[in-house]
């Protein structure tokens, strides 16, 4: 028996252009008043190709996939790189076909993540994890990732990250870099300090590097130390200190440049200047 029609065909036109625009069949039966299957043989006997559930997800929360497409040239580009370098995740959360781009931090800096989504077109906030301790962000978008790791920022890149020279040039790169898990600050004997730690040798040595060409007469070297990691295992840790005039001089180069930072890092590189 063929299923009756409870639509006219204006209305069709009408429950059509809903589900184009982003409406789901569940959404649009209980705004109409009808069944959801009511809804389906609409988009049927239309021949309305149906969306995915990845399809859904990427309408509901969409993303601007060229976001990184100017590393090197976009400093606002550059500053989440660096933040994704020291403190994100690319991975593939259960589908290799999806890759999944992600980070969470503190309560404290859910402004800092929002404007991170802001930046990659999504329409998505920082969602509450660990019982309230942190919160997380993420995006699924393989142009992202993709652009990311033509610049070295790719999966497992804990031990072996090594970014591109136009990345390791960047005064905003490396500002991401240190808020997402360096220090800047000034130590109790009133000496100005940026500190950087990382489980890779090569990244802390592009660091290192960076520090040299800021401030030349910089004399430091590269210390190590080791950590206890999430698993219990016993792993390197590398770290490069610059202290005072050195200090002074490299967080001005980084925090100097316009764009995105974490406001209470930024506020104590105001102090050490002005001191």
């Not at 990184?68 to 400093?75: E, H």
């Not at 950590?227 to 001089?249: E, I």
């Not at 995105?260 to 890092?265: A, D, I, V």
Request: hydrophobic fraction near 40%.
């Amino acid at each position: 028996m063929p299923n009756r029609r409870v639509f006219s065909e204006e209305s069709e036109i009408d429950v059509i252009a809903d589900y184009v625009f982003g409406m789901s069949p569940k959404a649009i039966s209980v705004a109409r008043g009808v069944s959801e299957g009511a809804v389906r043989n609409v988009l049927i006997r239309n021949d309305i190709p149906t969306r995915s559930p990845e399809d859904a997800v990427r309408m509901k929360n969409p993303v601007r996939h060229t976001a990184f497409r100017r590393l090197g040239a976009d400093r606002d580009a550059d500053y989440f790189a660096g933040l994704l370098a020291t403190d994100g995740c690319i991975d593939h959360p259960g589908n290799r076909s999806r890759i999944r781009i992600s980070m969470k931090n503190e309560p404290s800096e859910f402004d800092l993540l929002s404007a991170f989504c802001r930046f990659v077109g999504s329409k998505a906030d920082p969602k509450p994890s660990h019982y309230g301790q942190m919160v997380t962000v993420a995006v699924h978008s393989k142009a992202l990732a993709k652009d990311l790791v033509d610049h070295g920022i790719g999966v497992r890149k804990t031990l072996t990250l090594f970014v591109s020279d136009a990345l390791a040039n960047s005064g905003s790169f490396w500002r991401g870099a240190i808020d997402g898990d360096g220090y800047v600050g000034i130590r109790k004997d009133r000496t100005p300090a940026v500190v950087l730690v990382s489980a890779s040798p090569f990244f802390i040595g592009q660091f290192a590097g960076f520090v040299a060409k800021t401030s030349p007469r910089w004399r430091g070297k590269i210390s190590s130390c080791t950590a206890k990691t999430t698993f219990g295992s016993v792993a390197p840790l590398y770290r490069v200190t610059a202290l005072g005039r050195t200090a002074v001089a490299l967080a001005e180069r980084m925090y100097g440049e316009p764009g995105p930072r974490l406001k209470r890092k930024s506020d104590v590189v105001d102090r050490m200047s002005a001191a």
